[in-house]
C-alpha cells in the first residue's frame, strides 16, 4: 500500500525556518530518487528539490542556496530543511518520487505559510 506522510509545516515570519518531514512505504521509498514538491495558490504544482537514492540533490533556482533536501533510508523518510524563508515559499509542499505525475498517487502534504 502506498503511503505518503508529510509534516512540519506551519506559519513562519519572513526568515524563518521549518523543517518538513515525509515518511514514505518502502514500495516508494527504496527504488526511486525522491523529490519535494509544492503547489502555491493559483499555481501548478512543482519539484523544488530532489535527492536520489545515494544522495545526489537538486534543486529549483528560486531556493538554491536556502533549502536543503535530505533522506534517511533506514526509516524510508525524506526532509526538507528551508530557511531564510519568504512569503514566495507560501504553498502546501507534498512529497514523492521524484518523476512522480500527477496522475499518481499523492498524500494530503503539509501547509506552509510565510507571513508576518
Known amino acids: 500500500q502506498v503511503q505518503l506522510v508529510e509534516s512540519g509545516g506551519g506559519l513562519v515570519q519572513p526568515g524563518g525556518s521549518l523543517r518538513l518531514s515525509c515518511a514514505a512505504s518502502?514500495?516508494?521509498?527504496?527504488?526511486?530518487?525522491m523529490g519535494w514538491f509544492r503547489r502555491a495558490p493559483g499555481k501548478q504544482r512543482e519539484l523544488v528539490a530532489g535527492?536520489?537514492?545515494?544522495?545526489?540533490?537538486d534543486y529549483k533556482d528560486s531556493v538554491k542556496g536556502r533549502f536543503t533536501i535530505s533522506r534517511d533510508n533506514a526509516k524510508n523518510t525524506v526532509y526538507l530543511q528551508m530557511n531564510s524563508l519568504k512569503p514566495e515559499d507560501t504553498a502546501v509542499y507534498y512529497c514523492?518520487?521524484?518523476?512522480?505525475?500527477?496522475?499518481?498517487?499523492w498524500g494530503q502534504g503539509t501547509q506552509v505559510t510565510v507571513s508576518s
Open positions: 514523492n518520487k521524484r518523476q512522480a505525475i500527477t496522475s499518481d498517487y
Open positions: 518502502g514500495s516508494i521509498f527504496s527504488i526511486n530518487a
Open positions: 535527492i536520489t537514492i545515494r544522495g545526489g540533490t
